[in-house]
């Protein structure tokens, strides 16, 4: 009987424009079955698009900070392959304000952890049996440069999050490579997506590149990160912004 597809699972995959709809369009390009996750019922309308091109795909609304939904999720689905950890930073395309640390209710801190950091852990503590049974995995983490590499006055929220994300990644492959997996993150700069703000478009702009990231070149990078081809890289962490974080002098 034929063997079948590698199964990768791609949160955050709501928005038509987002990287997480992206990367699930790219590996189903490549022949992965792909399961797409998010907190709304659009999330149905990207799996049948990518069915409409022939891709063998299925779309699931979940709460991955319900620790009970992810493990339903997951038994669901049975044994993930892939898994790329793209859910966070925003909720049907609505992004939290920027608030000052002085400034920031606990309620807010806690809320963007959750969707950007504790996500990430629940669904790869519960993708790594499975991984482990079968010694294959690929973990990926989509961080940013905000926090992993730079800072954003009003986004320290955000910044721990990313930040920790990077720290958790590191940490992990270290407990599971010898299992067969491995875990890498991916930190997109300025990427022109539907959630992009004017003011980041601006800092698009004075990039190196002169422009933002496209959807595209972030999913690319994460979609290496899943192949074979990318067995000898774990706990990396592989910058998509232009140069943006090479630049000293922005005068």
């Known amino acids: 009987m034929p063997v079948p597809a590698r199964l990768a699972l791609v949160t955050g995959a709501g928005s038509p424009s987002g ?35 022939g891709a063998d795909a299925t779309g699931a609304i979940c709460d991955l900070t319900d620790p009970d939904a992810v493990a339903a999720l997951v038994a669901a689905l049975g044994r993930v392959d892939v898994l790329v950890n793209n859910a966070g930073m925003a909720v049907s395309g609505v992004i939290d304000e920027q608030v000052s640390l002085g400034a920031m209710s606990l309620e807010l801190w806690n809320r963007v952890l959750a969707r950007n950091l504790t996500t990430a852990f629940l669904v790869s503590r519960a993708c790594l049996a ?18 992993a590499v730079a800072g954003v006055a009003g986004d320290s929220a955000y910044a721990a999050a990313k930040a920790a994300m ?63 081809e ?22």
């Open 130 to 147: 499975g991984m482990a049974a079968a010694g294959y995995g690929r973990i990926v983490n989509v961080s940013s440069t905000t926090g």
């Open 166 to 228: 990077l720290g958790m990644t590191r940490s992990l492959c270290l407990e599971v490579a010898r299992q067969g997996i491995t875990v890498n993150a991916v930190a997109p700069g300025w990427i022109a997506t539907g959630s992009q703000t004017e003011a980041e478009r601006a800092a698009g702009l004075a990039t190196p590149l002169g422009r933002s990231g496209r959807a595209d070149e972030v999913a690319a990078a994460i979609a290496f990160l899943c192949t074979e």
């Open 19 to 53: 990287i997480g709809y992206t990367t699930a369009a790219r590996l189903a390009a490549a022949g992965f079955r792909v399961a797409l996750v998010a907190t709304s019922a659009r999330i149905h309308e990207r799996a049948e698009e990518l069915r409409g091109r």
């Open 230 to 251: 990318s067995s000898y890289v774990t706990g990396q962490l592989l910058v998509v912004d232009g140069g943006n974080s090479m630049q000293e002098n922005r005068a």
